[in-house]
């Protein structure tokens, strides 16, 4: 079974800077898409971005621009880039490989 570790969240003031980060056994992350979403509490899970095995990659409306979605083949990781960030973004954000459940999350809190 594959394990999922999301990591980089915290607590950051708007403007600011994350580097979030998703591991898995295996390569999986580099064979197959890996989309990263988020759930504000009392919402549902939406979509923020996703890189295909080819490095195409898609961003939802309201990242683009700000995230940017990379992958590391040799560390089998991918990576969520996110500048300029907003009180809006806050939320428990996951990564999800093609076929694979959903991990733990981890969490980010944009606040002064």
């Known amino acids: 079974q594959v394990q999922l570790v999301e990591s980089g969240g915290g607590l950051v003031q708007p403007g600011g800077s994350l580097r979030l980060s998703c591991a898995a056994s295996?390569?999986?992350?580099?064979?197959?898409?890996v989309g990263w979403y988020c759930q504000a509490p009392g919402k549902e899970r939406e979509f923020v971005a996703r890189i295909s095995s080819d490095g195409d990659t898609v961003y939802a409306s309201s990242v683009k621009g700000r995230f940017t979605i990379s992958r590391n083949s040799a560390k089998n990781t991918v990576s969520l880039q996110m500048n300029m960030l907003k009180p809006d973004d806050t939320a428990v954000y996951y990564c999800?490989?093609?076929?694979?459940?959903w991990g733990q999350g981890t969490q980010v809190t944009v606040s002064s």
């Open positions: 295996g390569s999986i992350l580099s064979i197959y898409t």
């Open positions: 999800k490989p093609t076929g694979v459940d």
